[in-house]
């Protein structure tokens, strides 16, 4: 406890806060990213953190707007896998938050770890005494053959190994047994849950429209040793983490299979695939940066892009240094999408993956005031990501 209280004075003077101000940004060019193209010419007015309204500029500007001629304004960047409630490595966490500010991530999905912290952060972000990164965390469930296999760090210190942030499911639960986890884990202010490994398709099967019944989102990887990623896909769950596991967990590591991978027999089973998941808008959180040494994956993204398949941002972080802007790089360099559907992909359906569309990653009345003002148009060139003027969340800019 005495950790989780230093590390809060340390997120106090990592950033700066001040009361929320009402903002006009005078004659910027808007980019859409959910149709990639750029409105010229827009004054956007914010209000207490959301967008309130975006109309053609007028021919002058007027006494408190801030002229942003020239400039562009896009959504906050979203990465959908981090791990910044990961146990041990509490000290990380401040880092993390400030390397995510100077890559103009707003938004993070935390996909499983010691969510104590990150319930603490949240706190105070959702109290406006401070401003950094929204955080949607998950809690983490796992058959009990997973747990057997290492020490439960991220419930240690809790009056029980199981924690509403984190459950080991017995293959012998009842569907009111999982409910009574799923609306702990709601309470507890959970987002979704993170569906991991020795997870049958029938316990999924249970699972899932629990997940449905309380508003909770149902994340997993896209494969583990009880169900195949054919499984877990045709069991609901919405967004598949880890291209590696498209694969196949037995494939990814042989090379015996790398020589196959790309047969006919297997490029059928692929898209079989990926079918299900564009019949079920599921999506691929490819987290292609942690596989970069397996490169032959690059070509299994590019499949499930040319497919149709939708595809969020994320990185797997855990490190405390990010790599977002390395994640979108790879994923238009290495593995062919363009770069309005990366843009796309770190903004409107990471939006998505967290149940927040209309919301967060655009440029939209109504939608919360996370704002990446560039010098350069981001549509035609990653890069112009790097060459920011200002970052806002919630309508407050971030230095």
Not at 40 to 63: C, F, N, Q, Y
Not at 182 to 204: H, P, Q, R, W
Not at 215 to 221: D, F, P, Q, S
Request: overall charge neutral.
């Amino acid at each position: 406890m005495k950790n989780i209280f230093l590390l809060l004075i340390c997120f106090f003077c990592l950033l700066s806060c001040e009361k929320r101000p009402d903002t006009v940004f005078y004659n910027v060019n808007v980019v859409d990213v959910e149709n990639g193209k750029i409105v010229p010419g827009m004054t956007v007015s914010v209000k207490d953190g959301i967008i309130l309204k975006i109309k053609k500029a007028d021919t002058r500007i007027k006494e408190g707007e801030q002229d942003l001629t020239g400039l562009y304004m896009m959504p906050g960047l979203i990465d959908s896998h981090a791990h910044l409630g990961d146990c041990g490595r509490m000290g990380w966490l401040n880092n993390t938050v400030k390397s995510y500010i100077k890559e103009g991530v707003t938004t993070i999905r935390d996909a499983g770890g010691d969510m104590r912290p990150l319930k603490i952060y949240k706190a105070q972000l959702d109290s406006g005494t401070m401003v950094g990164p929204d955080v949607y965390f998950s809690s983490f469930w796992a058959g009990p053959k997973y747990f057997y296999m290492r020490p439960r760090f991220e419930t240690k210190g809790y009056p029980t190994e199981n924690a509403p942030w984190s459950q080991s499911v017995s293959d012998t639960a009842s569907v009111e047994e999982l409910e009574k986890m799923v609306i702990e884990a709601k309470e507890y202010g959970c987002t979704g849950l993170k569906l991991y490994d020795y997870l049958s398709a029938e316990m999924l099967q249970k699972i899932i429209p629990l997940c449905h019944k309380h508003g909770l989102k149902a994340w997993g990887h896209a494969e583990n040793r009880l169900a195949d990623a054919l499984e877990v896909v045709k069991a609901g769950v919405e967004t598949v983490s880890h291209i590696y596991l498209i694969v196949g967990l037995r494939n990814c590591y042989s090379s015996e299979y790398r020589k196959k991978c790309f047969t006919p027999e297997e490029i059928t089973r692929r898209d079989s695939i990926y079918k299900e998941m564009i019949a079920r808008g599921t999506i691929l959180d490819a987290t292609i940066t942690v596989s970069k040494e397996m490169n032959f994956l690059y070509r299994v993204v590019n499949e499930a892009y040319r497919a149709g398949v939708k595809i969020d941002a994320g990185t797997d972080v855990i490190d405390g240094k990010t790599i977002f802007q390395q994640e979108l790089n790879l994923l238009v360099d290495s593995c062919g999408m363009s770069i309005p559907d990366v843009l796309r992909a770190a903004t409107v359906v990471g939006a998505e993956v967290v149940g927040k569309e209309g919301k967060l990653g655009v440029i939209r009345e109504g939608a919360e005031a996370d704002l990446l003002v560039l010098k350069s148009n981001p549509l035609e060139s990653l890069n112009a990501l790097q060459d920011r003027k200002a970052l806002y969340i919630n309508g407050i800019e971030v230095k």
